[in-house]
Every structure is written in C-alpha cells, then in structure tokens.
C-alpha cells in the first residue's frame, strides 16, 4: 500500500467538498503547482482512492421526498444467492444505497421514492418479488440530517 502525506490529505479533504474545483484552484489550496498537483490527483485515482466524480441532486426538487430504509431478511444463505439478490436489488432506481449487514437482517436498502405509494409499489411489487427475501422492516426518514459526508482521512496510511 502506498503512503500518503499532508498534501495527499489536504487534496483527497478538498476534492471531498467540491469534486468540481479546478485544477488551478486546487493546486492553490493545497499549496503547489498546477501541475504537481495534477500529478498527485491521477497518482491518487490510479490507486483507488479516487474512484470516481459524481453529482449529488437534491432529492426533493426531484420529487423524492421520502427517504426509506429497509431491513431484509433472506431464507436461503449461499454465495450465488446472496449474487442474485444482489443484482436485481442494485438494478432497482430507487434503492440508493444497499448494505449487506449485520444482526436481525441480511440487508439494509436505502430507497429514495416520491411518497407512501410509491413506496408500496416498491416493496410489494419489486422487492418483495425477489426469491429469498422472506422478510423486510422499513423505517422512514423524518428528516436528513447529514448526507454522505466527507470520508475521514486520518487513518489514510
């Protein structure tokens, strides 16, 4: 595994708040040249810690405004179900998030739907569907507190 300094850190940290900054702005902010930091932000996506840039649309001006996680039981335990399960959960638009887990459930989904019904339909109509899930528990999002924050740094190597 490679390490990492303060620079590697102070970029990693500023392109966690704005993925879209330039180049110029970056270098800058981290005190170095144009590009020495170009270098340093392609070294750090061939390695993996980059891995990719994406925007964050607000959920409520598309019309999603209920937030709902799921805990899913499953029936049967092996590799190529636990495979299955996975794709067709992934291949579903309204689950966001999915989490093999822990405890009283197998899987922890995160859905983003536009109201109750929509939820129904989701869980009755598609998730429910899938062979294996015996079980689901939602709980619904009075309100969103923090969204995928920034990841820590201080244990980067």
Known sequence: MAKYDST????????????????VDLAEAVALSPSACLRRVRALEQDGLIAGYRVELDRARLGLDLTVFVELRVDRHSRDNAKRIEAKLTAIPEIVACHVISGRADILVEAAVANLAAYEHLLIDQILTIPSIVDAH??????????????PLAQLP
Do not use: E, V
Request: glycine share 6%; hydrophobic share 40%.
């Open 138 to 151: 939602s709980t619904f999002a009075i309100r969103t507190i923090k969204t995928r924050g920034p990841l």
């Open 8 to 23: 590697d850190r102070a970029i990693l940290a500023r392109l966690q708040q704005d993925g879209r900054i330039a180049n």
